[in-house]
């Protein structure tokens, strides 16, 4: 038991997303946990999730957790917001190592963050009509308000590299018009592209308002859970190539190049798998 004990320590993460959102997460982890190594999935010829139905995104997240099991992961991270909505409480029992979504961390966070107990949570539609931010929230601060506001632009247009275009900006401030004049403090990034809009997003609500990054405190979660279950990397075996894998199920080059402009490494190759033949 020992010998395996040790040789999970050095097995990578899993890591996966309906794109390039969750790469955020995967950059959290590398930030925080740098021993770890990560074998990361985006579901790019299906993004997104946001507007499919419950029993299509465990049907596509149970392909995914499959084939990152046969890279050998030692735990998963379920870095879609979507897919921790609709999918998690089915795979969990499914699985003999630990995995954990995006929503939980994020959620109890804004619960002990907020003042006045006024917390907005933009996302896609699907997590919102999911109601998990305001159940988890409510279960960590049960005189929370929760406003939802479903953002289904974002995506496309963070999956198009338009982080600070006029447009974006034009979408943003929409959307976020109904937030403000509900008076939170506190406001939730519920779906991992919108970290990489925190610029806009800032400045549309003001310094009054705090932002919420699931993505930084699921990485943080990550940390926790791996030092419980005693399957942390402890660093005495360096990984000089290949430290990290990345997958697509398409367009591998726009990945890739969208990968190089986020991550704190270059991202030499990115490998197009069938992600239906699992």
């Known amino acids: 038991m ?17 794109g390039v959102g969750g790469l955020t997460v995967a950059r959290e982890i590398m930030r925080q946990i740098p021993d770890e190594r990560i074998v990361y999935f985006g579901d790019t010829a299906r993004v997104p999730y946001g507007s499919k ?18 890279k050998g992961v030692k735990a998963v991270v379920v870095a879609c917001n979507t897919a921790s909505a609709l999918a998690l409480e089915t795979l969990q029992p499914e699985l003999d190592i630990p995995i954990i979504g995006v929503v939980t961390p994020g959620a109890k966070v804004a619960a002990e963050t907020t003042v006045n107990g006024k917390i907005g949570v933009i996302a896609t539609e699907s997590t919102i009509e999911s109601q998990l931010y305001t159940k988890v929230i409510r279960s960590h601060n049960p005189r929370a308000q929760v406003f939802g506001k479903a953002c289904p632009l974002f995506c496309p247009l963070v999956e198009e590299g338009w982080l600070k275009d006029p447009v974006t900006v034009e979408v943003a401030n929409r959307y976020l ?14 779906c991992t592209h919108y970290p990489l809009l925190r610029g806009t997003l800032h400045q549309i609500m003001g310094e009054k308002v705090t932002l919420v990054n ?22 005495m075996k360096p990984v000089k190539e290949n430290m990290h894998q990345f997958y697509v199920s398409d367009a591998a080059n726009k990945f890739r190049q969208f990968a190089n402009s986020i991550l704190p490494f270059g991202v030499d190759t990115t490998q197009l798998i069938h992600i239906e033949d699992y």
């Open 2 to 18: 020992e010998i395996i004990m040790k040789d999970i320590k050095y097995a990578p993460i899993g890591v996966f997303d309906s």
């Open 214 to 235: 699931p993505a930084y405190e699921t990485a943080r979660e990550l940390k926790c859970l791996l030092e419980e279950e005693g399957i942390s990397n402890d660093g």
């Open 53 to 70: 139905s419950q029993d299509t995104i465990i049907r596509f997240s149970r392909q995914i957790v499959h084939f990152l099991r046969t």
């Open 177 to 190: 018009e109904p937030l403000l004049a509900t008076g939170i403090d506190t406001l939730v990034m519920g």
